[in-house]
């Protein structure tokens, strides 16, 4: 028989991302409805382990939906790889009343998830992080608004870029992963994306496509690179200086993960929040909530991890052909 769960804890982990106070707010409210008690865990795990953990109720989410960051705060805590501390945080939601937990993040906060349910915490993943590098899920809170904010920026660098003749790097967040640099490389019509999946670390290809956009009379060139290549202001000079063209570096950082969240993200923040705490209050655990061929629905977090996503070539190959002009 599934343990009942009476009181459940909700955390944010690893990088914050937009919409995922809209999350917290369906996880709190969605749960009061099904009579289940909430806690927020602040901090991530490191919060679990400080006992940073107060009581909410509906009011303690209000004004936080159009909200960017995590109200609930948020970090990396790296010693909860270790085994011994994944049980000393078992103990301390034991010590709390705390049987089931919501945990917002990305794969590396599933995998804390995954551990604390080892340990009899029932416990429900919700993809949460600017990334979208979750394979399990065609959508993950907080990309859309990010690469919407991203998209803005790189508009208005190339319009100083076209009017200086200049050629622009824009450095996009993406340690592992290029789906923020490939949307908004297409929705901006870059004419070169750098993706960490991708590159080939060949920059004469690059100062060839520069070089053969200017004689087309291209006034602009815009390369959207991602974190994990990075080196945007060193290669910069590179290509300057092979292709004779002022070339500037512009690396977006932070400004990317705030924010208010988009209409999307809220939406599906929300219904994920409500989503998870319906299936927590039934006694699943170990589960994450995904988004996948148009429905949500929810899959064991040891086959969402064993799971690998990769750029869709067809998709990252057309991006160089819509941005030609020159037939
Ligand atoms: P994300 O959740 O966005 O992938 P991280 O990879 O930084 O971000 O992970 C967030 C947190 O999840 C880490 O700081 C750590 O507390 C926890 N975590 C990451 N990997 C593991 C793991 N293998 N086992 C247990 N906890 C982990
Ligand atoms: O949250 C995802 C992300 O923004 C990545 O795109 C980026 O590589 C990383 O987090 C940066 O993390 P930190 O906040 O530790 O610098």
């Known amino acids: 028989m599934a343990k009942e769960v009476k009181t459940i804890g909700v955390l944010t982990s690893g990088g914050d991302a937009p919409g995922m106070n809209a999350a917290i707010r369906a996880v709190v409210r969605k749960s009061l409805n099904n009579g289940v008690a909430v806690k927020g865990i602040k901090k991530g795990y490191l919060g679990l382990l400080n006992e940073e953990i107060v009581d909410m109720d509906a009011k303690s989410v209000s004004d936080t939906i159009q909200r960017g960051g995590t109200i609930l705060g948020t970090a990396r805590c790296l010693e909860f790889k270790e085994e011994e501390v994944q049980k ?64 803005e920026a790189i508009d208005k660098v190339r319009d100083t870029s076209s009017s200086h003749e200049r050629c622009s790097i824009i450095e996009v967040m993406g340690r592992n992963a290029g789906y923020i640099a490939l949307w908004c490389g297409v929705a901006s019509g870059a004419e070169d994306i750098l993706i960490p999946e991708k590159y080939d670390f060949n920059e004469q290809t690059l100062v060839n496509n520069i070089i053969a956009n200017r004689k087309i009379g291209k006034t602009h060139h815009l390369i959207i690179n991602a974190e994990g290549i990075g080196h945007s202001t060193s290669m910069a000079r590179r290509i300057e200086a092979a292709t004779g063209i002022e070339t500037r570096a512009t690396i977006l950082g932070y400004m990317q993960r705030g924010g208010s969240p988009t209409c999307k993200d809220r939406y599906y923040a929300s219904i994920m929040g409500a989503y998870a705490a319906d299936i927590l209050a039934k006694g699943a655990s170990n589960r994450c909530i995904c988004y996948r061929e148009g429905q949500f629905c929810d899959i064991d977090i040891e086959e969402a991890l064993a799971m690998k996503k990769e750029i869709n070539p067809y998709q990252f190959e057309t991006s160089f052909l819509l941005s030609r002009s020159n037939r």
């Open 88 to 151: 000393k945080a078992a103990d301390i939601c034991a010590k709390h009343g705390i049987d089931g937990l919501v945990v917002i993040g990305g794969d590396g906060s599933y995998r804390g998830a995954q551990a604390l349910a080892k340990h009899g915490v029932n416990t429900i993943g919700i993809p949460g992080t600017i990334d979208l590098d979750i394979a399990c899920t065609d959508y993950t809170i907080g990309f859309d608004t990010a690469i919407n904010t991203a998209m």
